[in-house]
């Protein structure tokens, strides 16, 4: 589904690469957990697969469902199915909820040869959607993210999520900052949302949210690169003995690359 | 040693007109005297004036302009696109600053209540004793308000008796025709609300085609003790059009008058809105919304006197600029000595959506007794990157994302209109405004 080859990347402008060369592979019916310390490059690489314009590609390409999506924009890639959830979701005053999904959900069928649903049929489909996630119908009329609790905030782009049914989903540490009821809400609703045809990308600092999402894959990043991939024991190894060891082991080898 | 007294330039310069006339109606007849002879003396305005400090009238000074009768302009043909649904029957229209009855319709207008043109009801007592009694436009020497007295033999009165509630809507469209040469005209609207009246106005300028004019207007509003008004006005004057425009509202006990003034037009736009409290308990708004590109003026020197104790004012002035578009945003809150216990509101919030585009805003306040709440804060800032990415990241084009934003923006003010039709209306422009093509300016917080 996604192929990240050699993909090097940058604030633009600027030269110092913030990635130095994922090397990264997701199949459908995957989950995938990416972890790592403070600056290693995991949201950055979400940022630059989901197209956003303060990055610069400088080497390298993703290949997502066999097209290179390296040039483009990132509505485009959201039509082809890739979806951001937010580390930190942005406040939108005055655009409701149910405005945003509307336009977005229709755009996003009409790019695909899809047929848009009319308001009714949208709310029916909101409605039960909102199941997912276990909110309220006056959610729907807030707006984005506007004075919502962090834990509603990331409520909300599993909500977007869930509507919007990407086929790739990058959740950028969607955990943080939960409490343990909103924990589990999160993960439940991600765990509704996975399925065969799709694919997820948990990027996480901490194993807590994978006692609740079981990965197929755990990847520690570091220093601008995946240093390390194995199953979900790495992420109990990585709980217990912390990032230390492979920083030691890495910064050797990484720099000798 | 010899010193030159430079002559000082008067709008007389850039106008043609017979103001040596007067109306045949009493009431009006003094004001066109009284304004005659100020038209002469007034100085037209120049940068020197603070008051006029950042706004180029150059569109006016470097124009010449005549009396609509020898602009060569033409008829009218069918307007009723404009029509709103809910004021069929309580519309009056003005081509080109004249009364035209063929196009107004006031038959849903309660019996006792007048809304009409002044002409027919030259001797109606109320506009007698009211006309010409609230504007206070000649303090400041104002050369416009002068040409509006000077030239205006006709125009809007409103009368609605005590305790009288207008049900439909109160249309006053103003509609503006090509023209040969350019015109200046001189709207003028009197409302008179009683105790305990209600009505809502929509007053609308609007031009037919994209010609030059100047449009020079002065309404006066009394409201008596518990009257309530709610006033739209929608401006979507020519784009080479200048519009002067001196509203004026004086308060009784217990009035609440909320007007909500939507800029869309006019090349040049000053308008200089002004509220006198004269009995204490007034709970009052005027609000603005302001779309300009191109190179359109919008200007706004409003003044809020608070007079006496317990007023509630309201003041939201929303701004998008594109492209090279000026807006200039002068508040004036006064507070008098002895006033207690008021709460007063004012922002100004300016949207930037190019980066030729020039904002001048300043909140003015002068407040001279103790216990009071007055708020203001004037803020200018550009489309916020991460939201505008934020959007585009759930599929939507930055065209798209741009729009919602700016809608976004414009909703606060748009979702005060009363008038459905009218709400509608101003969705449209709001869409129409910013379903442009080229690029914007975003940028991060």
Redesign the interface.
């Known amino acids: 589904m996604l192929e990240i080859k050699n993909l090097h990347a940058c604030v633009e402008g600027e030269d110092e690469q913030i990635l130095k060369g994922v090397n990264l592979t997701i199949n459908k019916g995957e989950i995938h957990a990416i972890m790592g310390p403070n600056g290693s490059g995991k949201s950055t690489l979400a940022k630059v697969v989901s197209g956003h314009p303060e990055y610069e590609i400088t080497e390298g390409e993703i290949i997502f469902e066999g097209e290179d999506i390296t040039e483009l924009d990132a509505d485009e890639r959201a039509h082809l199915g890739l979806f951001l959830a937010f580390q930190y979701p942005i406040e939108v005053p005055g655009i409701t909820n149910r405005t945003l999904l509307r336009e977005s959900y229709n755009t996003i069928a009409r790019e695909n040869g899809r047929e848009e649903l009319d308001p009714l049929e949208f709310d029916d489909y909101l409605k039960e959607r909102l199941e997912v996630i276990d909110m309220k119908d006056e959610f729907l009329e807030r707006s984005i993210n506007t004075g919502f609790s962090g834990g509603e905030k990331k409520k909300n782009e599993v909500f977007q999520m869930a509507v919007l049914n990407p086929k790739l989903a990058f959740m950028d540490e969607t955990d943080s900052g939960l409490d343990i009821d909103a924990l589990k809400v999160v993960s439940d609703g991600i765990n509704k949302i996975a399925g065969p045809e799709n694919a997820i990308v948990l990027i996480t600092h901490y194993q807590r949210l994978l006692n609740y999402i079981t990965p197929d894959h755990v990847h520690v990043m570091m220093n601008g690169r995946i240093v390390k991939s194995a199953g979900k024991e790495l992420a109990l190894e990585l709980e217990d003995q912390g990032y230390e060891q492979l920083e030691k082991e890495f910064s050797v080898n990484g720099e000798a690359q | 040693m010899s010193t030159a007294v430079q002559e000082k330039e008067t709008i007389l310069n850039f106008l043609d007109g017979d103001f040596g006339t007067v109306s045949n109606i009493p009431a009006i007849a003094g004001l066109n005297e009284k304004g005659a002879g100020n038209i002469s003396e007034f100085p037209f305005p120049t940068k020197k004036d603070e008051d006029w400090r950042f706004t180029d009238l150059r569109s006016i000074s470097r124009n010449h302009f005549v009396p609509v009768s020898e602009a060569g302009a033409n008829p009218v043909g069918d307007i009723s696109e404009y029509y709103l649904p809910e004021a069929t029957n309580s519309r009056l229209v003005f081509v080109n600053g004249e009364f035209n009855p063929e196009l107004s319709s006031t038959s849903d207008i309660p019996k006792n209540v007048v809304v009409g043109n002044m002409a027919a009801y030259s001797d109606h007592e109320i506009l007698e004793t009211h006309l010409g009694k609230y504007t206070n436009y000649d303090d400041d020497r104002d050369v416009f308000a002068a040409l509006n007295d000077a030239n205006f033999k006709d125009g809007t009165f409103i009368y609605v008796p005590k305790e009288t509630k207008v049900e439909a809507p109160i249309h006053v469209l103003n509609v503006f025709t090509d023209a040969e040469k350019a015109f200046y005209t001189t709207p003028r609207v009197l409302f008179v609300g009683e105790a305990y009246s209600k009505a809502t106005i929509v007053e609308e300028h609007v031009a037919l085609t994209q010609n030059e004019y100047l449009n020079v207007t002065v309404n006066e509003f009394k409201l008596f003790e518990g009257a309530h008004v709610h006033h739209a006005r929608i401006q979507r004057d020519s784009k080479k059009a200048n519009h002067i425009s001196r509203p004026i509202a004086h308060l009784d006990k217990y009035a609440e008058y909320h007007s909500y003034t939507i800029c869309l037009g006019a090349k040049l736009f000053r308008n200089d809105p002004r509220v006198v409290q004269n009995d204490e308990e007034v709970d009052f708004t005027i609000d603005g919304l302001v779309l300009i590109d191109g190179d359109q003026i919008a200007d706004t020197h409003s003044a809020i006197d608070h007079r006496h104790w317990h007023a509630k004012s309201h003041q939201l002035h929303k701004v998008v600029v594109n492209d090279e578009a000026h807006s200039i945003f002068n508040g004036k809150i006064f507070v008098r000595e002895d006033s207690q216990k008021i709460d007063s509101f004012q922002e100004n919030r300016n949207l930037l959506l190019s980066v030729d585009g020039t904002v001048h805003t300043k909140p003015q306040l002068e407040i001279f007794s103790d216990d009071v709440l007055c708020s203001h804060g004037a803020t200018i800032g550009h489309l916020?990157?991460?939201?505008v990415?934020?959007?585009?990241?759930?599929?939507?084009?930055?065209k798209?994302a741009r729009e919602?934003?700016v809608?976004?923006?414009t909703?606060?003010s748009i979702e005060t209109m009363e008038v459905e039709s009218v709400h509608k209306l101003l969705l449209d422009e709001v869409v129409k405004y910013t379903s442009r093509d080229e690029e914007f300016v975003a940028v991060g917080k």
């Open positions: 916020n990157e991460d939201e990415f934020y959007l585009h990241s759930r599929g939507l084009t930055k798209k919602l934003l809608y976004a923006f909703l606060e």
